[in-house]
């Protein structure tokens, strides 16, 4: 099976060389704990490789993005303005439409919040890696049969058009829909925040808890995050 650099060194080698070509991995954790840069870091290798990137971003504006992006060392600026890279404006709609049905004193906004298999609909035919970010937002008046049902068409069809994913859900949602986005998904990565309780200082752990086909190490690795982006300390 293909690789695809994950864009962290070390990581590729803990996975087999890569993240799986044209298959979707699932990134699980809680707020600050470095879901975001993770992805955001493969977004930027795929780029540096010259492959056609989207971020599906449900929480940040395109500028929010790419500032957060170069404060971590990766330049994601003239990636975006060559149009390499496309940021998709889910935020701004659901915002502006949210206040829309507000103004007709409507608070039903639950059309909006959840069509999760649509957003395949928003990803241009020669996209060949793509960053969501985050799903958990469409998940709020959403049953777990219904989340299950949504997920496995959007990952299906993922990977029936041979695009690699990185998915993130918050892991609030991710308890909210029972778990169950991890048995549709090829991968799984856990990003945390923890005390250490020998030193008890916290730091920031990344667990792989799953990658289907593939030979993983289970031990947590720390790691930190610095303006030259995600780096994992001394195993
Ligand atoms: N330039 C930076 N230098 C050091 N740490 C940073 C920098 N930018 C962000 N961070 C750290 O990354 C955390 C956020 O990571 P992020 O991937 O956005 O988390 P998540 O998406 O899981 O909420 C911040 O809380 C901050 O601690
Ligand atoms: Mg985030």
Redesign the pocket.
């Known amino acids: 099976m293909e690789r695809i650099h994950t864009g962290i060194t070390g990581l590729d080698e803990m996975i087999g060389g890569g993240y799986p070509k044209g298959r979707t991995i699932l990134?699980i954790?809680?707020?600050?704990?470095?879901?975001?840069?993770?992805?955001?870091s493969f977004i930027h290798k795929a780029c540096m490789e010259g492959r056609k990137s989207l971020i599906i971003a449900s929480e940040e504006l395109p500028g929010d993005i790419i500032a957060?992006s170069g404060?971590?060392?990766m330049d994601l600026e003239g990636f975006y303005k060559s149009g390499l890279l496309a940021i998709d404006k889910v935020y701004e709609e659901r915002t502006v439409f949210a206040r829309e049905l507000l103004s007709y004193g409507k608070t039903d906004t639950d059309k909006l919040q959840s069509n999760i298999v649509g957003l395949l609909e928003r990803i241009p035919p020669d996209v060949e890696s793509v960053l969501i970010?985050?799903i958990g937002v469409f998940t709020l008046n959403m049953s777990a049969n219904e989340f299950r049902a949504q997920i496995d068409s959007l990952v299906a069809g993922l990977t029936k058009r041979n695009i690699t994913t990185i998915l993130?859900i918050?892991l609030s949602a991710d308890n909210r829909t029972e778990n169950i986005a991890s048995y549709s998904v090829y991968g799984v990565l856990r990003?945390s925040i923890k005390d250490n309780p020998f030193t008890g200082a916290r730091e920031r752990l990344l667990e792989v808890l799953k990658i289907r086909n593939t030979k993983i190490s289970l031990s947590p690795i720390r790691f930190?995050?610095?303006?030259k982006g995600i780096e994992f300390l001394n195993k």
Not at 30 to 39: D, P
Not at 224 to 227: D, K, L, N, V
Request: glycine content about 20%.
């Open positions: 990134i954790g809680t707020t600050g704990s470095g879901k975001t840069i993770v992805g955001l957060q404060s971590v060392g970010d985050n993130i918050d990003p930190e995050i610095t303006s």
